[in-house]
């Protein structure tokens, strides 16, 4: 399910890569609740292509502040933001963004590093953009063993690096508005940030940030060099969702194709965690859209399971996702008329009965109020049922419709005083939802 990682675990600007029999997924480091981006390290998760829900931490594999090991970047000791991974010649090469500074590579003999600093990029007089900075730079090693980097914040630019050494920037290579962002492109296609190349089918992909966040967008080419063209966006993490900026990528496990993206909590723009969700790739080479999910690997999520609050996909209305401690997390400030949407959960076929409940474990604020249960839709959807809440902390259960198959849920939150005006619960807390369940 979506977050893909331990609820605990804050991995946004992720990078998934196959290596082997086991995906990667290489990204920047948050903290919870924190007031910026990102961390003075990066972490490595992997999981086998035959057990997607299984993830593992393989710990730090890069530094810029010393901790249980010395710092990797002796000339700074700032954030250190967005990392992506290449293989080329049995090496495993890190190129991470450092706040104001050149950017750092790393090498390891796996995978999973960890890295050791190799070197900033060497660019010997060699024309390059973003101020040298190399601002969250993708990297492609094409079949013919050239290896191209693409970054930038605002701008899209492009180089050439030596596959010799892979960090020596080539005299002559420099390539700039690799997606075009001038004045008169739409919103829609114009470059933010997040590079992210990718080859398939023999076109070249470039995944991206658009000046709609938080949109993933996409711009195809027939040359590693460009131009490259705007094909549509793959993802919008902000319909119907607390929204900031967003960074992921494409990856293909066993032939199914998916995009990994990041999710904001704790009422910033921080405070990211890796999601994804499947996607198809046309014959023509475009990617349709995709909708936000709570499902992650999954086709659907059974419905008589207890799940976290905290797996909506849909958060409307001011509420968000709470960090209070290592083991608690709430959606919280739930006002009325906010709205909690969850994609989607099997109920089967074969349950008879005139009616099921629905539980829900609430942290009360002294305020009675009621959650109505929508399927499908929270606009025009089928209302199956009601749970009334009360003042205090407890376990509300609520008699809902029987229902089968397929659904996504969206819960309706309200006051429920009759007779008392809407103004009067106007921007006030109702309840925390920790965690529900379904019950037959």
């Keep these: 399910m979506n977050p893909i990682l331990p609820l605990w675990e804050y991995i946004p ?188 089918n023999g076109k070249y992909y470039l995944i991206y940030s658009c000046r709609i966040c938080p949109r993933l967008a996409y711009a195809v080419s027939d040359s590693p060099t460009g131009p490259f063209e705007y094909k549509g966006y793959i993802i919008d993490a902000g319909v119907d969702y607390p929204g900031g900026n967003d960074h992921g990528s494409i990856v293909c496990i066993k032939g199914q194709w998916y995009v990994f993206y990041h999710r904001m909590t704790n009422n910033t723009i921080m405070s990211r965690r890796a999601c994804v969700e499947k996607i198809e790739i046309l014959p023509d080479g475009t990617i349709p859209p995709v909708e936000m999910t709570s499902l992650g690997f999954e086709d659907s999520l059974d419905a008589y399971k207890i799940y976290p609050a905290e797996i909506a996909c849909v958060l409307k209305g001011g509420c968000f996702i709470t960090e209070k401690d290592l083991f608690t997390r709430t959606v919280s400030n739930i006002t009325d008329g906010c709205i909690l949407g969850y994609r989607y959960f099997d109920f089967g076929t074969d349950y008879t009965g005139d009616s099921m409940q629905i539980a829900m474990k609430i942290k009360g604020m002294g ?47 309200e006051h429920g005083v009759e007779g008392w005006t809407k103004e009067y619960f106007d921007g006030k807390q109702l309840f925390e939802l920790e965690e529900f369940t379904f019950i037959k």
Excluded at 17 to 37: K, Q
Excluded at 75 to 96: H, I, R
């Design 13 to 200: 600007d992720g990078e998934p890569r196959v290596f082997g029999d086991r995906v990667y997924l290489y990204g920047s480091h948050d903290r919870p609740g924190a007031p910026d981006f990102c961390d003075h390290k990066l972490k490595v998760w992997s999981a086998s292509v035959d057990d997607l829900n299984n993830w593992q931490c393989h710990g730090d594999s890069f530094r810029t502040q010393a901790g249980e090991r010395p710092a990797d970047t002796p000339w700074t000791d700032k954030e250190c933001y967005a990392p992506d991974v290449v293989e080329n010649k049995g090496k495993y090469y890190l190129y991470s963004y450092i706040v104001g500074s050149k950017g750092a590579i790393g090498v390891a003999d796996r995978p999973e590093g960890p890295f050791r600093l190799l070197s900033q990029y060497k660019t010997d007089g060699a024309e390059v953009g973003d101020e040298g900075t190399f601002n969250d730079a993708g990297v492609l090693v094409d079949d013919d063993g050239k290896v191209y980097v693409y970054y930038g914040y605002l701008q899209s630019h492009m180089n050439e690096l030596d596959g010799n050494d892979m960090c020596t920037v080539l005299p002559g290579s420099y390539q700039h508005s690799v997606i075009k962002d001038d004045d008169n492109e739409p919103k829609e296609s114009r470059f933010f940030e997040a590079s992210s190349p990718r080859k398939v």
């Design 367 to 413: 305020t009675y109020s009621k959650i109505r249960i929508l399927l499908d839709s929270y606009e025009d959807g089928e209302e199956i049922g009601c749970v009334e809440i009360g003042l205090g902390d407890g376990v509300y259960k609520g008699r809902i419709k029987n229902v089968t198959g397929r659904h996504a849920v969206y819960f309706k939150c």
